[in-house]
């Protein structure tokens, strides 16, 4: 998969699996847990062990049925190298216009961080269509819902940062696309079993936050 419209467009969850410290060793079997729990966008920050070899292997594996790529993208040489492992997902902790346009100029669906309406523009005037507010535990879905009064509704804004299957619904009910959820999905030293159980109640919690409330329980 090429781009995050493409993965919401399959029925895919609007969820990014986010690997922090994910080793080479264990690419395979973690992403392999993912795509078959239904995950299909997944990013290892760039702060892991070698990121760029298991980002390279994840692709080969994977990149026919999810949008791989890397987190922590902060200079121009990170983009550079995330273009050779042939994956299209970078995602940013910050706002910087020079990274995202040389981001989206290489062929890459970028998904920048702010936390500023100011940021949020910036990013957008670069150029990317989905932005990450980050950190989002330091915010609310309140805030997120003020924001998305004033940001085109064409713009995607995902929750990131400290979000787990307890506050999903809260945040796509305040007008998020989706959520990327780093530790209630993956941490140093889980294994495939510990990741599919952890995916599986965070897919849940998507799957019944997406059902329409019955007639009854909604509001007049």
Do not use: C
């Not at 910087?96 to 970028?110: C, D, F, K, T």
């Not at 599986?200 to 997406?210: Q, T």
Request: hydrophobic content about 50%; aromatic content about 4%.
């Amino acid at each position: 998969m090429r781009t995050i419209d493409e993965v919401l467009a399959s029925g895919a969850p609007p969820i990014v699996a986010i690997l922090r410290g994910l080793k080479p060793a264990e690419a395979i079997s973690i992403t392999d847990a993912l795509v078959t729990a239904g995950i299909r966008l997944i990013e290892v920050p760039l702060n892991s062990p070698d990121p760029f070899a298991s980002i390279a292997a994840m692709q080969a594996a994977f990149g026919d049925r999810a949008l791989i790529g890397a987190g922590t993208v902060i200079d121009l040489a990170s983009v550079d190298r995330l273009v050779t492992t042939g994956a299209k997902l970078m995602v940013t902790p910050n706002t910087n216009p020079e990274v995202i346009a040389h981001g989206i100029s290489a062929g890459l669906e970028v998904m920048p961080g702010f936390l500023t309406a100011s940021e949020a523009f910036a990013a957008i005037g670069a150029g990317a269509r989905h932005l990450k507010l980050f950190p989002a535990s330091a915010m609310s879905p309140a805030y997120l819902k003020a924001l998305r009064e004033v940001i085109d509704r064409r713009i995607g804004l995902w929750a990131v940062g400290g979000t787990d299957s307890t506050d999903l619904a809260a945040w796509l009910s305040a007008g998020a696309e989706g959520l990327g959820v780093g530790g209630a999905v993956y941490r140093p030293g889980d294994d495939a079993d510990a990741v599919a159980a952890k995916v599986a109640g965070l897919v849940m919690a998507w799957s019944a936050a997406a059902q329409p409330r019955p007639r009854s329980q909604q509001k007049a």
